[in-house]
C-alpha cells in the first residue's frame, strides 16, 4: 500500500466516523497508526467549560482514563491555557506550549500521563465558536519520541478533513435533536398524528395515535400507508 492510499484510508475512515459516532475509535487508531503514535483523541466541548458533549480515542486508551482525563486531570495540564490560546487551525506540538521540565514536574504528567504512558503530544484546536470547540490530540509514548517537522505536515494533511468531519458530526446530531424534539412534542398531544411521504407510507406516528391504531375499532395503518 502507498503512503497516498493509506492516507486516503485513513481520511475515508474519518468521514465514516462522522456519519456514525461510534466509529471514531477505529478511525482514530487508523490516524495513530500512520503517525506512529500512542493514540489520537478527539473532542466536540462546550467553549467555556471546555465539558465535552462528545469525546473519543483510539482503543489503546481505556475508557475509564478518557473519562478522568475530562472530569479532572484535562484541568490540571500545564499545556491546556496556551492551546486555548492558539488560533483555530494552527498546529502546535506540545513542546510550544510549555517547557518540557515544567510539564515533566507537573501532577497532570505524573499522575496521569506516566499513567498512561504517555509522554508527547501534537494538537489542533479545528474549530471553536461562542458556543462550540473542537479539537484533536495526537500522543506518543517517551520512546515513540516527539512529533517532527514531517509528523505536522501530514497532520496539515489531515486537519482540513477532521475540521470538515467535526461539522458533519454536529450537524447531524443537531439535525437528530430537532427530530427527537419534534417527535416528543407530537407526542404530547391528544389528538392522533400520522405523516406520510409522497407514497403514502407512514413516516411518523404519535403516541395517541399509535393508542388509537391498537385500539383495532377499524382504523388501520400499513407499510403502505
Not at 475530562?70 to 491546556?80: C, E
Not at 407526542?187 to 383495532?216: F, H, Y
Amino acid at each position: 500500500m502507498t503512503a497516498d492510499t493509506r492516507l486516503l484510508d485513513v481520511v475515508e475512515e474519518i468521514y465514516g466516523a462522522a456519519l456514525e459516532p461510534a466509529r471514531w475509535p477505529d478511525a482514530l487508531d487508523r490516524v495513530a497508526d500512520c503517525m506512529a503514535a500512542q493514540h489520537a483523541h478527539y473532542f466536540i466541548a462546550d467553549s467555556r467549560s471546555m465539558i465535552p458533549s462528545f469525546a473519543a480515542v483510539g482503543h489503546t486508551m481505556a475508557e475509564d482514563l478518557l473519562h478522568e482525563f475530562h472530569a479532572y486531570y484535562h484541568t490540571l495540564d500545564p499545556r491546556l491555557e496556551a492551546g486555548l490560546r492558539s488560533p483555530a487551525g494552527v498546529i502546535y506540538p506540545d513542546h510550544q506550549l510549555c517547557d518540557p521540565d515544567a510539564f515533566e514536574r507537573s501532577e497532570f504528567y505524573n499522575d496521569f500521563y506516566r499513567r498512561c504512558g504517555s509522554r508527547w503530544m501534537a494538537g489542533v484546536m479545528l474549530e471553536r465558536t461562542e458556543a462550540v470547540t473542537t479539537g484533536f490530540a495526537i500522543v506518543r509514548t517517551p520512546r515513540q519520541g516527539p512529533f517532527e517537522s514531517r509528523d505536522l505536515q501530514l497532520l496539515e494533511l489531515l486537519r482540513p478533513h477532521l475540521t470538515q468531519a467535526a461539522r458533519v458530526q454536529r450537524r447531524l446530531a443537531g439535525n437528530a435533536a430537532r427530530w427527537a424534539a419534534g417527535h416528543d412534542l407530537l407526542d404530547r398531544l391528544e389528538v392522533g398524528v400520522v405523516t406520510l411521504d409522497a407514497q403514502g407510507r407512514p413516516i411518523v406516528v404519535n403516541r395517541a395515535a399509535n393508542d388509537i391504531l391498537a385500539s383495532r375499532d377499524g382504523l388501520s395503518l400499513g407499510s403502505q400507508g
